[in-house]
C-alpha cells in the first residue's frame, strides 16, 4: 500500500516536471518567435533557412500555422504565388482545426488578407473576393486599425483589377494612405509607401501620369525611402525607372535602374525584371547592342533561375506534399477527437443519469419509509393518548369511590369500622417495619460475612452480591442504587472475574456458599 502511494505520487511529481519544462520550451520559443514576428511586420526580408532556423525549436512545429504563414509569404515575395498559396492554405487548415495559440496572436484576419493578396497575385478573383468576404464576416464590427488598412487595400486592388471602377480604387487608395498616416504608432506606418507605390503603378496603368507624378514627388521627399529595406526599396527604383521611362526620360530611367544594383540582396527575381527593363530601355533609345547584351544576361539569368526554380520547386512540393498529408491526418485525428469526446460525454451523461436516477429511487424509497414511520409513530400516539385518557378516567373514578367511601365512613361513625381500620394501619406499618430492620441486619451480616471470604470487594461490589444473592434482577438492583443496568452488569462482570480468579467458582456458585443466616 505505501508503495502504491509512493509510486502514485512519484508520477505526479514527475508529470509536473514535464509539464513545467514543457512550458518553459514554449514559453522560451513564444519569445523568439515575437521578436522574429515583429521585425517580420516591419518589412524583414528573412530567407526561407532562417524561418526554419525560427522553428526548429518550436516544440509542435506541425501544428503551428505560423510556420506555414511565413514560408507562403516569403514564396509570394519570391514570385512563387502558387507555392506560397498553398502553405496558405496548410496554415489555414490549421487554424480551422485549433491549432493556433490566440495567446500569441490571433492570425485569422491577416490569414484571410494573405490568402487574398496571394489569390490577386495569381489573377483569380472569385477566390479573391471570397476571402475578403471571410476577413469581414469573421471581424464583424471588430476592426483593429491594421486589419481595416489591409482589408481595404484588398478591396481597391480587387476593384482596380476586376472591375471598371479604376479611378475608384485609386481613391480608396490615397485616402488610406492618408488615414495611415495619422497613426504614426501602427505597425502599418512603417510600410504605408507600399501603398503609395501600389497606387503610382495602378495610376501609371491608366495613363493617369498628373496623378502618378503627384505622389512619386511626395514620396521622393519621405524619410521613409533612406530607411526601408531592399525589398521595398527596389520596388521603389523600379516604379521610378517605369515612370521615366514612360515620360521617355530614358536616361533617369537607366539611372533609377542602375540604383538597384546599390539595394542587397539581389535575388534572380530582381535581375529578371531589371534586364527586361534595360532591354527595354534600350530598345526605345535604339540602342541595339546594350538591348542585345542585356538579352544574353537575361537568358543566363532565365537558365539559372529556371533550374534553381525548378529544383525549389520539388523540394518545396515535396514538403508541400508532406504537409498536406500531415494537414489531413490531424484532421482525421481532431474528427476522431471530436468522436472521442462525443462518446465520452455520452457515457458521462449516461453515468450522470444513472445515478441521478438511483439517487431519486433512493431519494423516494427513503421517503416511503420515513412516511411509514411517521405513521406508526403517529399511531403509536395515538394509542398512547387514548390510554392516558383511560388511566386518568380510571383513576378519577377510584378517586371519586375513595371519596364516597371516606364520606360514608364520616357518616356513619361506626367504632367498628375505625378500630378495624386503624389496626389494619398498625399491622401493617408495625409488620413493614420488622421486615425492613430484618432486611437491614440480614445485609449487613451478608456483607460482613462476604468481606471475610473475599476482602478485595468494594462497598458496591458488596451490595450488588447481596441484591444478587436475593434473586433480583440487574433492573430492578439499578432501581435501587439508581445505576443503570449496564453499569450492574459491568460490576457483576468485575465481581465474577475476581470470585474466579481467586475462588475458581463463578459468581453464582461463589455466592451459593455465602450463607444468609437471618432467614
Not at 235 to 241: A, L
Not at 300 to 321: F, M, P, W
Not at 425 to 436: A, H
Request: aromatic share 14%; with cysteine.
Amino acid at each position: 500500500m505505501k508503495f502504491t502511494k509512493h509510486l502514485i505520487t512519484f508520477i505526479f511529481l514527475f508529470s509536473l516536471v514535464l509539464k513545467g519544462a514543457s512550458q518553459e520550451a514554449k514559453d522560451d520559443f513564444e519569445k523568439i518567435y515575437l521578436e522574429f514576428h515583429d521585425k517580420w511586420d516591419a518589412g524583414y526580408d528573412a530567407s526561407l533557412a532562417e524561418i526554419d532556423s525560427i522553428f526548429q525549436d518550436c516544440p509542435d512545429l506541425e501544428r503551428f500555422p505560423h510556420y506555414f504563414i511565413y514560408k507562403g509569404d516569403l514564396l509570394c515575395h519570391k514570385g512563387y504565388y502558387d507555392l506560397g498559396l498553398k502553405y496558405y492554405l496548410i496554415a489555414e487548415k490549421l487554424i480551422d482545426l485549433g491549432y493556433e495559440s490566440k495567446k500569441i496572436y490571433d492570425h485569422r484576419p491577416i490569414m484571410y488578407f494573405k490568402l487574398g493578396y496571394a489569390y490577386a497575385d495569381l489573377y483569380m478573383p472569385e477566390r479573391l473576393l471570397e476571402y475578403i468576404n471571410k476577413g469581414k464576416a469573421y471581424l464583424k464590427d471588430n476592426y483593429s486599425f491594421q486589419t481595416e488598412y489591409d482589408f481595404t487595400e484588398l478591396e481597391a486592388i480587387y476593384l482596380y483589377n476586376h472591375t471598371d471602377k479604376k479611378e475608384q480604387a485609386l481613391d480608396m487608395l490615397e485616402a488610406l494612405y492618408a488615414k495611415a498616416s495619422l497613426h504614426k504608432n501602427s505597425p502599418v506606418y512603417q510600410i504605408i509607401n507600399t501603398t503609395r507605390l501600389r497606387t503610382i503603378e495602378f495610376a501609371m496603368r491608366i495613363d493617369d501620369m498628373a496623378r502618378a507624378k503627384k505622389l512619386l514627388n511626395a514620396l521622393k521627399n519621405d524619410t521613409w525611402i533612406d530607411s526601408i529595406d531592399g525589398q521595398y526599396l527596389r520596388w521603389y527604383y523600379s516604379v521610378s525607372s517605369d515612370f521615366y521611362a514612360k515620360k521617355k526620360a530614358y536616361k533617369k530611367a537607366i539611372l533609377y535602374n542602375d540604383s538597384i544594383y546599390l539595394t542587397s540582396p539581389i535575388e534572380l527575381e530582381d535581375k529578371e525584371s531589371l534586364f527586361e527593363s534595360y532591354i527595354k530601355i534600350h530598345t526605345n533609345l535604339g540602342n541595339d547592342s546594350a538591348a542585345n547584351g542585356y538579352k544574353d544576361s537575361l537568358s543566363q539569368v532565365l537558365k539559372v533561375q529556371r533550374g534553381k526554380r525548378q529544383q525549389s520547386a520539388v523540394d518545396l512540393i515535396e514538403q508541400n506534399d508532406k504537409y498536406e498529408k500531415l494537414v489531413s491526418s490531424l484532421s482525421y485525428e481532431s474528427k476522431q477527437t471530436k468522436w472521442f469526446w462525443g462518446i465520452s460525454m455520452l457515457i458521462a451523461a449516461l453515468v450522470v443519469s444513472a445515478i441521478v436516477f438511483w439517487y431519486g429511487k433512493r431519494r423516494r424509497k427513503v421517503k416511503k419509509e420515513l412516511i411509514r414511520e411517521r405513521q406508526k409513530v403517529e399511531l403509536l400516539n395515538d394509542n398512547y393518548q387514548q390510554l392516558l385518557k383511560n388511566y386518568q378516567f380510571t383513576t378519577k373514578q377510584l378517586e371519586k369511590i375513595k371519596h364516597t367511601l371516606v364520606v360514608e365512613i364520616q357518616k356513619n361513625k361506626s367504632p367498628q369500622i375505625i378500630a378495624l381500620h386503624k389496626s389494619i394501619s398498625n399491622n401493617i406499618t408495625s409488620n413493614f417495619n420488622e421486615k425492613l430492620l430484618s432486611i437491614n441486619k440480614l445485609r449487613d451480616q451478608f456483607i460482613l460475612n462476604l468481606r471475610e471470604q473475599f476482602p478485595d470487594l468494594t462497598n458496591y461490589e458488596s451490595l450488588i452480591c447481596f441484591y444478587t444473592k436475593m434473586g433480583l434482577s440487574a433492573k430492578e438492583i439499578g432501581q435501587i442504587t439508581n445505576l443503570t443496568v449496564r453499569s450492574i452488569q459491568s460490576h457483576q462482570y468485575r465481581i465474577g472475574q475476581k470470585t474466579k480468579k481467586q475462588f475458581n467458582a463463578k459468581l453464582k456458585d461463589f455466592l451459593e456458599k455465602v450463607p444468609l443466616t437471618m432467614f
